[in-house]
């Protein structure tokens, strides 16, 4: 087995789990937003679990508060590029992953970038970002994961590509308490979080089993428990007015590659 393989070698034991599971994994592309909290976690799991390539895109540099949970960061890195050092911690741990880090926001310009990944991931912190990203993967039918936590509670959601509901079908508005600077952080929850993220992105993009999409699941650290729910478009969302595509599958249908 090659290094990557031998890497993943415990969850090639899966029942069920193929090495065609592996290869897709392997030949996968995926674009993530975010390389904090709660994306250092996914972008550490998706390299481990063999994903082929990476593209990491993080603005700004470390500062002390961000290191109750970015684990991805050390404290000799502060000052320094947060995607810079992610990029580098992960080419030691896992460096048959090729990986891309680009130090800027969530622009335009990237959109060749998410037309050719398999898979967009979002840990942004604001929803400009976000509502950008989920607007360039519905352009490209592209299926993306949203991640994000605030306080104790952590959400995923799976959105496909096509005409299911999108992220500003959920949150037309934004949501003035996700201020970046504004809203609690418990490192767990964001660990916990990107771990749930993390099983959702490895699903897709190996095709173990399917993922129902267009599900929120809410995680609640005060008591430990989850709860899911399906999410169902809205009809007044400009966004699907503007920018809707040609479906391209059946968001109420698993999502296999």
Request: net charge neutral; charged share 20%; aromatic share 6%.
């Amino acid at each position: 087995m090659s290094p990557a393989e031998t890497m993943a070698a415990r969850q090639m034991t899966l029942p069920g789990w193929t090495p065609e599971n592996q290869e897709r994994l392997g030949k996968s592309r995926v674009f993530l937003a975010g390389i904090g909290g709660v994306g250092g976690i996914v972008a550490q799991y998706l390299a481990m679990a063999g994903v082929g390539e990476l593209t990491l895109v993080h603005e700004g540099v470390l500062e002390m508060p961000d290191l109750n949970r970015q684990t991805l960061m050390e404290l000799s890195g502060l000052g320094k590029s947060r995607v810079g050092q992610a990029s580098e911690r992960l080419a030691r741990q896992a460096p048959a992953c090729r990986i891309t880090a680009i130090d800027a926001r969530v622009s335009g310009w990237m959109e060749p970038l998410v037309a050719s990944a398999d898979l967009l991931v979002d840990a942004r912190t604001n929803f400009e970002e976000r509502f950008l990203l989920g607007r360039l993967a519905r352009r490209a039918g592209k299926p993306l994961v949203f991640a994000a936590m605030n306080g104790m509670e952590g959400m995923v959601v799976p959105l496909g590509p096509g005409s299911g509901p999108c992220l500003e079908c959920l949150f037309p508005e934004g949501d003035p308490s996700w201020d970046p600077l504004g809203f609690p952080v418990l490192g767990a929850v964001s660990g916990a979080v990107g771990a749930m993220a993390s099983v959702l992105a490895i699903r897709i993009l190996s095709g173990y089993g399917g993922v129902p999409l267009s599900r929120m699941t809410v995680f609640e650290g005060m008591d430990l428990s989850t709860r899911s729910f399906r999410i169902r478009k809205n009809g007044r969302c400009a966004a699907c007015r503007e920018g809707a595509v040609p479906e391209a599958a059946d968001h109420e249908k698993p999502w296999r590659r």
